[in-house]
Nanobody, 126 residues
Framework: QVQLVESGGGSVQAGGSLRLSCVRS????????MGWFRQTPGKEREGLAA????????YYADSVKGRFTISQENAGSTVYLQMNNLKPEDAGMYFC???????????????????WGQGTQVNVSS
């Protein structure tokens, strides 16, 4: 069973940076993409960034392009989300996910993923 554990969340002021980490345990050949998602109360889980476990393909939501960078090590054993120039609207619970999406659209959709972590909270004050 794949298990994902996120860390690195916290509270920062607008304009600040955070780096989230996601450590995977369990089989690594049951998926080929890792993603980061954000959820706020009353809203659907939003895909922010996704990366192939080979590290050769990555996708970003328009809302984070140029500010967030996704990276991975060792075929998805650890996945990072470097978040710069954070805005108050970036606040929320951040989740790491693993799956095998077929398209870019699926890679940024919660429906493309089978495995989820418990999340780490990010707060951004103005």
């Amino acid at each position: 069973q794949v298990q994902l554990v996120e860390s690195g969340g916290g509270s920062v002021q607008a304009g600040g940076s955070l780096r989230l980490s996601c450590v995977r345990s369990g089989p690594k050949y049951t998926f080929n993409f890792m993603g980061w998602f954000r959820q706020t109360p009353g809203k659907e889980r939003e895909g922010l960034a996704a990366i192939g476990t080979g590290g050769d393909i990555s996708y970003y939501a328009d809302s984070v392009k140029g500010r967030f960078t996704i990276s991975q090590e060792n075929a998805g054993s650890t996945v990072y989300l470097q978040m710069n120039n954070l805005k108050p609207e970036d606040a929320g619970m951040y989740f790491c996910a693993a799956g095998s999406p077929w398209t870019e659209f699926q890679a940024l959709s919660r429906h493309g993923y089978n495995y989820w972590g418990q999340g780490t909270q990010v707060n951004v004050s103005s």
